[in-house]
Each structure stands twice: as C-alpha cells, then as structure tokens.
C-alpha cells in the first residue's frame, strides 16, 4: 500500500512540475507573438477613429505594454488562487468559458474515447491473430487510409452526406439555434452530438487498431504462445487464452496515454460543426489574440493529457503481477 | 528390439534469408539428420549451443516458423508423421519439454499452465500428483512464473509434460544455468520417463551430463549428424569412430581439457564435404566430397576413412 | 521465384510513387499563376471534363487550384519533415550518448513537448510568429520531432551495448570512428524510414492548421485554404468544392505512406525472413 502511494506522490509531483513547465512555454509563446490584440479584435479602421485616451484604456484592457515576466508571475500567482483571468472575447472569466466548453466537449471525447478504443482494440485483435491474412491486409489498409485523412476533412465529408444530403442530422452547434436553454432536451443533444463524437471515433481507431495489432503479433510469435502450440492448443485457443490478457494490458495503457490525440482531432472536428467546445474555444482565442482564455485552454488540455499518462502508468505499476510481485518476499 | 517410437531420416532443414536489396537465399539450419529412438531408450543429440538443434525439437512437433522448408521423413511407431497426426498427438503423446521459464505464459499461476486450462477436479488432483513427484509443493500452483527459481522452473515444465502419458519426450537444453547436482536431478528425472517406457529425444550441449543417463549419442556438428554410438563406447577415445568425436571427448575435463585446432564452422561456408575437415588431424583430399552417413557396428558414423579407408 | 518478383515490384511501386510525387510538385510550381486566375463567366461550376474538379465562386479552376495547394504542402512538409528529423537525430542521440543527465533533460522536454495536444501547440506557435507561412512551418517543425527522437534514442542505446561496439572500444578505437563505422550505417535506414514516413503528418498538420486560419493566408492557394472556405459552400450543394481536393490530399498523404513503408520493407534487415 505505502508503495502504491509513493508511487502516486511521485507521478502527481511530476505532473505538476510539467504543467509548470507547459505554462512557461506557452506563456513564452504567447508573449512573443507580435500580433496586436486590439487590430485583431477591434479592427484596424475602428482604431483609426479612436481617441488616444479610448486606445490607452483598450490597451489596458488587453495587457499590452507590461514586460513579459511580470504578467507571468501574475498571471501564475492567479491561477494557484483559482483564477484564471478573464476571457477578453467572450467577457466571461475564463474558468466559467472553460467549464462550459469542457463540459460540451467531454461528450464527445469521452464516446469517441471509448468507440475507438473498443473497437480498434477488436479489430486490432483479429488484425494480429491473422497476420497475413484476408482480415489483416483488409484492417491494415483501412487502419492506413483513415490515418492518412485529415480530420477536418472528414467531418466535412459527413457532414455534406448526412446534414446537408440526407438531411438527417443537424448542420451544427450543440443545441437547436434559437431554442431556449430550458427547452433543450437530452436528445436534442444528441443528435448534435452524433456527428463530431462518430468523425472522431473514426479518426481515433486507425493508431489503436494498428498499435493493439502489433502487441498482438508480439504475442502470437512469442515463446509461449510457440509451447502453447507445442502442446495442441489450436490458434483460436492461444487467441483466447494467452493473447487476449497479454494484450489487453498493454493497449489499455496506450488508450490512456492517447487522450492528447482524441483532444487534437476535436479542435479540427468541432471547428467544422460550429460545436461550442473546448477545441473550437481554443481556436477562437488563437485568431483573436485571447490571451488568458488560450493559457488556459492550454493548461487544461495538458493537464488532460498528463492525468491520462498518469492512469497509463498507474495502470502498469498495479496490475501486472510482475510489478505487484516486487513487493513480495 | 520393438519398433522403434520415432524414425528421422535424412531431415534437411533451411530457411529463406533475403540478402542485400533483392536477393534470396537459403540458410541451411540442417542437413541429412538421422536417428531412431526406441520405447524405452534415452538418446542424446549433442551439439554446440545454437547449432540449430532445438530445429529439431519443432520439426518433430510441427512447429516450424513459415519460412522454413523441410525434407526427409519423420515416421512416429511405424507410420508416416504427418502434420495431420502431429496436430493430433502434440501435447499428449508427443511432449516437449522447453528450454525455459519465457515458454510459460508470464501473466498465468502455474497451476492453470500446468493444467492445459482444465478446472476439473481429475485435472487438479494430477497437477497437484505430478508437482509432488518433482519434489514441488500445491503452493507452487498459485506462483507466477517470474516467481520461480531455476530449478523450480524447469520442474514445473517437466511436469506440463507428464499431465498425460507421453509415448516421446523431447527435452530441449534442460540444463543450462542449473548448478551441477539440479542438473544431475532434472536429468534424472528424464532418464526415469525412459525407464517407464517412453522414448527420450535429450537436446543438450553437454556430452559430459547426458553420458550419465544417455543410453546412445548422436554427435550433432555443423548442421549435421557426425556419429551415433552407445553411451558406453564413451569411456575410451578408441571406440569412437570419427575424429571429432574422439577431440570431443578429448576436450572433456576428465580426459585432459585438449582444444580442438581450427576455425570454427559457419553455415555461410557450407559447401559439400565433412564440416569439420579444416580442424580435423586426419583429413584428406576427398574429405571434401559428399560422405554417406554408414551404419557400422554400435551406430553409424559419417566419415571417409569408413567409406574409403 | 514469387517472392523475388515480389520484391522487385515493390522497388518499382517506389519509384512510380516518387515519380508522380515529384510531378504533381513540378505541376503546382509551374501552374502557380493559372490557380489565381477568377473567372466569373465560369463560377460554381459542376466537375466535368473541361474542369474536372469543378470551379469555385469566383470562377477558378479548382483542379489547378486543388495541384497548386498540393505543391505547397508537399513542399512544406518536406522541409520540416526533414528539419525535424535531424533535430530528431541530434537530440536522439545527445540523450543515448552524453550521459544520464542529457538523457534526463531530453526526455523531460519530450514529455513537455507531447503533454500539449499537435494542434494547440500548433496554434500556440502560430500565433507566436503572427501566424502566416513562418508559424506553420516552426510549428510543424517543433512538433514532430518527439517520437522519432524516442525511437533513435533507443536505437543508439541498443548499439552502444551491442557486442561490435564494445569490441571496438576495448580496442581502443576513437569515438568518431565507432560512430562513424559502426553506428551510423546501422541507424541511416531507421532515420530514412523514419523521415519519410514523418512527411504524411507533416502535410496533414501544415493542411489543418492552415485550415483553422492559422497558416497560409487566404490569397494562397494552399489545400488548407481551399477547403475552409469551400467549407462556407457546402450546404449551398456545392460538394465538388469539398470532397475533390480533399481526396487529392489524402491520396498524395498516402502515396508518402507507401514509399515509406516500401523503403521500411527494403532495407529493414528484419523482414530478411519474408
């Protein structure tokens, strides 16, 4: 137990080093830039017609003009406090925008998260117990040609055949336009829903299918699966019997260590569906110069990342028997 | 003499190799290996380590990897052994015992592995009988394999052997990395199956511990038999027949530690002709032109000086 | 017999694929003025045969257009393929070979690098450069160099306890030599490989950030820029605007793919036992 917990303390310790890290250097990135916030949000004729007085005040409003080290001290003394400044385009603080578009966003990462896992699993499964076979080459290729498809490419794709074609699915956003708050219901997400969460999965089952082939093939050509074989046991029975649990640790791990991918496909994905997330949140700061919302878009999004690598590895420490049994006698 | 359990004749094995960008070749593993085992009998195939002898091991059980092709023939108790009938006698009267604890699945208790899967209660009292008999406790069961010592190990897939009646036991380099008295016991412990009636195929690198339970060696050298004589012809260097053999037995600790001369063999030097001609003292011109393997009193041997003397 | 003209037509399929590859960059480099040309007498046309990918809103012949974007991207994604590949190799090896402390500090950066999300950190470099041709190509660079760090990394560790190489040690030959002699031949068909097969997420990266508006500005012709603004038509059922330069995007990403995996099959001394 005290192992298990030394172990935790450690990786937590770590993770908040590397989000430390990760701040810096988008702090870094973002102070360097030498897009003017004011031109793009408030429009270079607009500026034109303003007063000094009116400019300086806007200049305040968006930090330009203090040295970079001191807004980061600032900023960074802020957020340990819970504060996250305030969203310069949506005139919100940045936690609340943030709350909302995670929780939008959380839908569909966490469906596609878990389509593609199981079902690349599977078909990674099949994939590598056959290699070389019809249903390997089929699963290769497929694996092959949705990797080499741009996201956003293929959101549009369904997007032209199911909402504009078939009329069957919204065009976009997350509610119907101009319904009120209270009148949404749960299905009526849904159906927005459906689209980006289906486009990510597919995105998403090409590495996991292609990785647990891999694992797969390890195993099935690995010293014991050869006795196995020695002893009568047919393919399927390896399959089922050894294959199946020496792969399932192994890409269970790397499906935890995989959100910052699934998180990536959703920045293009929900730019294409006008789906309010944390991704199109992301965007939108970019193109605006929103500084505080993109820190913390950024923060958060890393912090995502890591608590997945951090699952992974807990994963590894506390399941494998080989692991458990370093602590015995 | 019964009929004998297993018949190897003329086995050649090799594997195709890609070289450079385009090319292929084929890597000879073996050529023209032969032998019997009878019910009952302890034969040993001894060769350096690496010198594709554990081939030999999964040409006889049908598990050779896809790019491997064989010729020659493989008869089990008279009939041919086809892949058909390995499929069927693999794991019952077929049996390997592997070289080491990475053949047993690391994420499964022992128990279960040595039991095949079975949960039945016939199933578990003969796993827990056949642990007892190599001196291994029922908490062994609930062991993963990574928690077995080197010893214990190479018990434990003894006994994944014996769960049913093997007819042919192939040990494959029992061995390697156990001090000399668990050596002797495991050895032991093979030489007792060949005394109740199966036939022993004993893989193994070293001549001095498979002469204590050997009942006849088989001389393996470069991909190919050299000679096959009883164990007893061992005890002096004159009943042994080819000159290999006889620095073999030269080199043993006991019998004055002499180095052969010569380059070591390497398959990419295989040509026609003995293997072992450039370190040989007795080697002659047509040493280098194919030698049949002769049938003479005791065994067989390969050598030109019994073809041509 | 089979399989040797099976290697053989895989060296040719290389070389058809860096053939075509190649044309359709000469293609965009040369056609560069006819992809701007508008035309509004010819706007919003259907593909046929005279303009077999259609023609957008403002009259321009979209399969110009579509080799043009193409052009681009290849290009961009081959310098910073290859610029990322030698950093790959550089700190790769830094971290195999100049002790625990090197090693340390590189993979702390790693971690850093691949803690934030591809796209984010392509945005946050963008918009550190003002966007435009310069961010894409620093972005995409930073941000691809990780895992075939990771992979040489390993690969030089493996060498450096290999039997050859301590040999040679003991033998008292020099630093440089060892690399040279025995290090470097064994790891260039890894590098190769693997700077290929970075090319495909190159093109796709440069092609995504460019199409959130963070890339090439919207004069380019770049793929990025045709399918966002072709994004807008969409629902008006103009779904040549869509669907053409995409499919030409991914049959280009594709084509890299299969080099790489081509070359990967020919000199990988592993698949020796096909």
Redesign the interface.
Known sequence: MKRNLLFLSKNLLKMALLLLCVSMVAFFLVSVSPINPLQANVGQTALGSMSPEQIQKLEEYWGVGQPPVERYLAWAGDVLRGDMGTSLIYRQSVASVIGQRLQNSLWLLVIAWALSGTIGFFLGAVAGANRGGIWDRLIKSYSLITASTPAFWLALLLLLFFSVWLKVLPIGLSVPIGMEASAVTLLDRVRHAILPALTLAITGVSSVALHTREKMIDVMESDYALFARARGDSNWRILRRHGLRNVLLPALTLQFASVGEIIGGSVLIEQVFSYPGLGQAAVAAGLGGDVPLLMGVTLVCAGLVFLGNLAANLLYGVVDPRMKGRESP | MERPILEVEHLSLS????RG????TQLPAISDLSLRIHPGELVAVVGASGSGKSLLA?AI?G?L?Y?ASLTGALFYNGAPLTPQRQ?A????EL??V?Q?V???????KVGPQVR??RRDEAARNRSRAVLARYGLDPQVEER?P??LSGGMARRVLIS?AVMEQPRLVIADEPTPGLHPQAAQRVLGHFRELADQGAGVLLITHDLELALTVAHRIVVFYAGTTLEEAPASAFQEDNTLRHPYTRALWRAMPQHGFHAPEGSLFSPQNQEEGCPFRQGCPEAREDCAGSIPYRQVEGGYVRCIREVAP | MKKRSRRKAALSLLILSLCLLLAVTLAGVLLRDAAMETDFARKNLPPSLRYPFGTDWMGRDLFVRTLCGLSMSIQIGIITASVSAVIAFLLGSAAALLGRGADAAVSWLIDLMMGIPHILLLILVSFACGKGFWGVVIGVTLSHWMSLSRVIRGEVLQLRESGYVQVAQKLGMGRGYILRRHMVPHLFPQFMVGLVLLFPHAILHEASVTFLGFGLSPEQPAIGVILSEGMKYLIMGQWWLAVFPGLALVLVVLLFDLVGSTLRKLLDPASIHE
């Open positions: 594997f195709t190799q890609y960008l385009l090319g292929r999964h059980l598990i990897p790019n499929k006698i693999r794991g019952k049996v390997l592997p080491s990475s053949y047993l699945d690391p994420l499964m095949n899967g993963y990574f928690q994944t």
